[in-house]
């Protein structure tokens, strides 16, 4: 096992280096270079991230798995994902937000100290999606507590996250 | 009148006089007879703490002879060093008691006549008093079954209840047992300065000049320590604890575990090292094993209960056995002629027994008036107190900081100097002494450790969190005034006890050159009235004030420093993870906190849990009802009480037979008597 | 040329404060390059303590002053902690006020009042955390007690400056049996204590897997900045701990202004080791059962009782 730790240390890492590795336009790129920046300010290069399940098909939640591999590797940003909403910054909620989940998702929200932000990740979280005008779900976070951004995608790509967090804090802080 | 020590005390027992001579004038007016008995008691108590303190600050003897008693057999008394600092223990807790009870009594009135209660609490109060003064073999017994016998009115207090009833026999049977015990002790000890013909060598002196041979003393010992055991409840004659300080008015239970279990360590100190002297080492080993074994038992019984009285009950069994490592690793050093070691032991012995009677009074007086408000001793019915009895949950918050030995409190104190005088042991003649050492430090260290995480749980279970029984919870109020003075008296005197030792252990001098010829107060306060350096600076040192003050200021700038920032603090529900149907029942009980360390040290009770699914007829996936049950016995009772108990049964009902009830049979039996008293008399 | 001893504590309390999350900072970095990624900043624990600092507090309806003062507590418990543990040098003017006794009394507090503040709110989490902390607690406790008893034995005194001078001073002779055991003891006491793998998941979000993080979840704003810099500065401490218990070479024993400048950057050395050691046992364990760690627990207890008896037996 030493060995595998050696390796590891050693050779080059495989993590997509940020900004330049990703696979966007070049006004796109300039507003993910913003997005460091931003995260400077507001939340002192920190970002916490809680993030609640309200009933997806479990789609976008293997993309924000995905965030936190050596590829894509969020941590490297000062960005985490935390179990307490006391503890976070950020509510990233994906799916349609069914009956059963709307209490929770309204008590995560009020669970989490200000200054907080609410980001809706998926077509599902932002307008219901698939399951749009269903009698079991609320057709999008939107309904149930206030919004500050949208990633649109069906489930967006780890790196459409990034972008879209790295957007949702340029204009929160415009 | 002279203002000597004995004047004093005299005092005091004149006072309980008064009282007892009131009693039946005052008694119709119940109200009236519970402010005017306890206010006497505290004022007895308070000259009795008086008396105390003043004889060990000198460190004089006097001695008083009394000419009641039989005729030829008059009674001794004598106070010096060691009664008075037992006097103080014993005065120093029932003032702050008395005062409480003045408040706590009160919840009984109207529903039964607490005429018995307040003379049998004087009587008790006097028996313990008399029981540390006395000289000689026949007051110390009279004293002895005095304070047996008033107590055992006082658990019988509340005797419509079976459960009370049988709890006041079993102490009365155990109390008894130590009694004949030490009676035999004594017959030793005084039959040896005689030589077995005559009454005159029962006093205390002739027995302190006798020469004991050494199989004996061995035996005057082993009797003595049986006895003394019995009553202070060291394992396995522990079982009436658990049983009668429960059922008692908790007033009384603090005076029982807070100073009755005291009388009994003062006799084995009086007997060990003040009547025989001189001991081979193995006793003091033998000392050590008993008390290392109760109080590794005794916190993890405390554990495993859920009824808040029962807890602190065992805790006291624990306790003593601290107060007995102490006694024991005086005695090795004694043995060993280590003078200096053996005042250290000695002093941390003696610290801890008035450390104990200070958080142990505290923790029951607490415990008391949240009975007192709830109306429940199972800590599993309690919870969210903290709001409603903001006091009283701060006071027994310091008892149990108390007790867990935390700094800056006495717990700490009396706990550090064992572990010093443990540490400070030089490598002795005997490897079975070099290999039991380490290993009493050892458990000393796991008993304090998991006495912490027992009051984490009393106090957590008990005060905190929400209502988790069944009941509504808007008339549960705040202690009464009496109750609140007699709680903070306690506290602060915990609070001083461990923020200034040395000027303790300077007072106590008197008693450690009595009783093992040295003293460590010069060095003990030698660096300084703050710092507390048993035997050099260099070696150990601890400053209690330095240490609270450190404490005290980083917390002040912090909170100052956070506090002039922005930064609202807003109010929300509790953070149930989104789950809608939280009730207060998922909260962790007094049970479920203890669960991971039943499953660890279980093999030491006998354990038995049982779960059950409800209705039966229903398939196991959709059950509608879950029934649990756990019972936790002590080993003790079905490896010793119960086989006692069949064989006594089984004997008497064998010598039933010879009870027909027929008085031809009787007639024959007294004339077979007087036939063989005919025949043996020439 | 001398410094004044109070200069020298002065600095050992900033030391603690400063130097603490750049400890934890150090793990987390080395923790990722084991794991083949690449890390946050060095200096990334400052940016989320700041953060911390700056935002709201929310509490719950039912939370007691209990809650709210145990981590102004925790914190004032480590930074007195840290005031006695010599880092720099042996000639502190607080070592007379606590020894090693108090020292593992302090944490002893810290732990008693956030298992208290675990029950406050009456959720189920804060009270499996609370249990569960005292019962790995009543195993480490005393195990730790006695690994320090076994050193302070050696070096003839409880009072930390004396047992690291004694020791560093000992030269060849302090190569024992009960030093060695203690080590042993020591190490797996302080992955305990500090709940690290594999005692338990510092990073863990799964709340039926955590222990210190479950009695904290209720917790934000600067009260979670003031307890989690206090875990972080609970770490520090016991490594300063080990350090200055089973290599102390390098730690001034005078106020000279050079020799204290050379322990400084010996003590940095010193922790890079660790940082390196600690996180080749994270990474090369996986957590336990609850109900394992009474064994790894136990084990440690019965090294640390072995080397106080051989102490007894062999010296």
């Not at chain 1, 009956?99 to 219901?128: F, H, N, W």
Request: hydrophobic share 55%; net charge neutral.
């Amino acid at each position: 096992m030493l060995k595998e730790i050696l390796k590891n240390v050693f050779t080059k890492k495989k993590a997509i280096p940020f900004p330049e590795g990703f696979d966007v336009t070049p006004d796109q790129a300039a507003k993910i270079i913003d997005f460091q920046r931003k995260i400077d300010t507001i939340f002192h290069r920190s970002l916490r991230i809680r993030q609640v399940d309200a009933g997806s098909c479990n789609a976008c939640e293997w993309e924000c798995t995905a965030l936190m591999n050596p590829i894509y590797d969020l941590q490297r940003f000062g960005i985490d994902f935390v179990a307490s909403p006391r503890h976070a910054d950020l509510l990233l909620v994906t799916g349609p937000v069914s009956r059963q989940m709307e209490l929770a998702l309204r008590r995560t929200y009020s669970a989490m100290p200000e200054p907080k932000l609410v980001v809706a990740c998926g077509d599902c979280a932002i307008d219901g999606g698939i399951y749009q005008g269903s009698y079991a779900v609320t057709d999008g976070v939107g309904n149930v507590i206030p919004v500050d951004g949208c990633i649109p995608g069906c489930p967006p790509t780890p790196t459409a996250i990034l972008l879209g967090l790295s957007r949702i804090i340029h204009s929160c802080t415009k | 009148m002279v203002l000597t020590p004995v004047s004093i005390i005299a005092s005091s027992f004149a006072v309980i006089l008064a009282l007892l001579v009131l009693t039946p004038i005052v008694s119709r007016n119940q109200r009236l007879l519970i402010i005017v008995g306890f206010s006497f008691t505290t004022i007895s108590s308070f000259l009795a703490t008086a008396a105390g303190v003043w004889t060990v600050a000198n460190g004089t003897i006097s001695q008083v002879v009394i000419p009641l008693g039989l005729p030829d057999l008059p009674f001794h008394l004598r106070l010096d060093v060691l009664s008075g600092f037992f006097l103080t223990v014993v005065g120093l807790l029932s003032t702050f008691v008395s005062l409480y009870s003045i408040g706590y009594v009160n919840g009984f009135l109207g529903r039964r006549s607490i005429t018995s209660l307040v003379v049998f609490y004087s009587l008790f109060l006097v028996g313990m008093q008399l029981v540390v003064l006395a000289d000689d073999a026949l007051f110390f017994l009279i004293a002895w079954e005095l304070m047996a016998a008033a107590s055992y009115f006082l658990v019988l207090f509340e005797d419509e209840r079976v459960e009370n009833r049988r709890a006041a026999f079993l102490y009365l049977v155990v109390a008894h047992v130590g009694a004949i015990a030490i009676l035999l002790s004594f017959g030793i000890m005084a039959g040896l300065a005689t030589g077995f013909s005559g009454f005159q060598s029962y006093t205390f002196d002739a027995m302190r000049e006798t020469e004991l041979p050494a199989g004996l003393a061995t035996a005057a010992f082993l009797l003595a320590f049986f006895g003394f055991s019995a009553k202070a409840g060291v394992i396995p004659l522990h079982v009436w604890l658990p049983e009668a300080h429960p059922v008692a008015p908790s007033n009384i239970s603090a005076l029982m575990s807070g100073v009755m279990l005291k009388t009994a360590i003062y006799g084995m100190v009086r007997v060990i090292f003040d009547l025989i002297g001189v001991f081979p080492w193995w006793w003091g080993a033998f000392v050590l094993v008993f008390g290392l074994v109760s109080a590794v038992l005794g916190v993890l019984y405390a554990l495993m209960q859920s009824d808040l009285k029962r807890l602190l009950a065992y805790s006291s069994v624990e306790n003593i056995g601290i107060i007995l490592i102490s006694i024991g690793l005086c005695m090795i050093f004694t043995s060993f002629d280590q003078s200096l070691l053996a005042a250290l032991a000695m002093i941390a012995a003696l610290y801890h027994s008035l450390n104990h009677a200070m958080f142990k009074g505290l923790l029951f007086m607490g415990a008391g008036a949240v009975l007192h408000a709830t109306h429940e001793r199972n800590m599993d019915e309690m919870g969210g107190l903290i709001r409603f009895m903001p006091w009283t949950s701060s006071l027994f918050l310091i008892g149990c900081l108390s007790i867990s030995a935390l700094p800056p409190f006495n717990g700490f104190v009396s706990e550090w100097i064992t572990y010093q005088a443990f540490l400070l042991s030089p490598a002795l003649s005997s490897p079975l002494l070099n290999l039991l050492i380490p290993l009493g430090a050892a458990l000393l260290a796991l008993t304090s450790a998991l006495a912490a995480a027992l009051f984490v749980k009393a106090f957590g279970v008990t005060f905190l969190g929400h209502r988790r029984g069944h009941h509504a919870h808007d008339h549960v109020h705040e202690a009464d005034w009496f109750m609140r003075i007699g709680m903070v008296l306690t506290a602060v005197t915990c609070f001083g006890l461990g923020v200034f030792p040395t000027f303790l252990i300077n007072w106590m001098d008197p008693i450690t050159e009595y009783l093992v010829g040295d003293t460590i107060s010069s060095s003990a306060a030698g660096f300084g009235w703050m710092w507390l350096t048993p035997i050099s600076h260099e070696r150990a040192s601890y400053s209690a004030p330095v240490v609270f003050l450190g404490i005290f200021a980083v917390v002040a700038i912090t909170y100052l420093l956070l506090h002039t920032r922005s930064g609202a603090i807003r109010r929300a529900p509790l953070w149930d993870c989104g789950f809608e149907k939280v009730t207060n029942r998922m909260q962790y009980t007094a049970t479920s906190f203890s669960m991971p360390l039943r499953r660890i040290f279980g093999f030491l009770f006998s354990i038995k849990e049982h779960v059950r699914l409800l209705p039966e007829t229903a398939h196991r996936a959709f059950p509608e009802q879950l029934q649990y049950h756990l019972r936790v016995r002590d080993r003790f009772w079905i490896w010793i009480y119960q086989p006692i108990a069949d064989a006594s049964f089984w004997v008497s009902r064998r010598i039933g037979r010879m009870q027909h009830g027929r008085i031809q049979i009787y007639l024959i039996y007294s004339f077979v008597t007087i036939i063989v008293l005919l025949i043996f008399s020439k | 040329m001398k410094i004044h001893p109070f200069l020298i504590e002065v600095a050992q309390v900033a030391l603690l404060l400063f130097l603490a999350p750049l400890f934890a900072g150090w793990v987390k970095m080395l923790k990722c390059w084991f794991q083949g990624r690449t890390s946050p900043s060095l200096l990334q624990p400052y940016r989320d303590l700041s953060k911390l600092f700056s935002k709201d507090v929310v509490l719950a309806e039912n939370a007691s002053w209990i809650f709210r003062f145990t981590p102004y507590l925790v914190f004032g418990v480590s930074v007195m902690a840290g005031s006695i543990i010599p880092t720099l040098s042996t000639d502190l003017p607080l070592s007379a006020t606590a020894d090693v006794i108090v020292l593992v009394a302090l944490f002893a507090i810290a732990r008693f009042f956030t298992a208290l503040a675990g029950m406050d709110i009456g959720t189920a989490f804060g009270g499996m955390g609370s249990s569960r902390e005292m019962t790995i607690a009543s195993l480490a406790e005393p195990a730790m007690l006695m690994a320090v008893f076994a050193v302070s034995l050696v070096g003839k005194s409880t009072s930390l400056s004396q047992m690291t001078a004694v020791i560093s001073q000992g030269g060849h002779a302090m190569l024992r049996p009960s030093l060695v055991f203690a080590l042993l003891s020591f190490i797996l006491i302080a992955l305990a204590e500090t709940g690290r793998v594999p005692v338990d998941n510092p990073d863990t979000h799964l709340e039926l897997t955590m222990i210190h993080e479950a009695m904290i979840l209720e917790y934000s704003g600067r009260h979670l900045a003031l307890i989690e810099w206090a875990g972080m500065m609970k770490l520090y401490l016991f490594v300063v701990l080990g350090i200055a218990s089973f290599f102390p070479w390098g730690i001034a024993l005078n106020d000279d202004l050079l020799v204290v400048f050379t322990a400084l950057a010996v003590l940095v050395l010193k922790l890079g080791f660790v940082g390196v050691g600690l996180v080749l046992i994270e990474t090369g364990l996986a957590k336990m059962r609850i109900f394992r760690i009474t064994e790894f627990l136990g084990s440690a207890f019965l090294f640390a009782t072995l080397g106080m008896m051989s102490y007894f037996m062999l010296e």
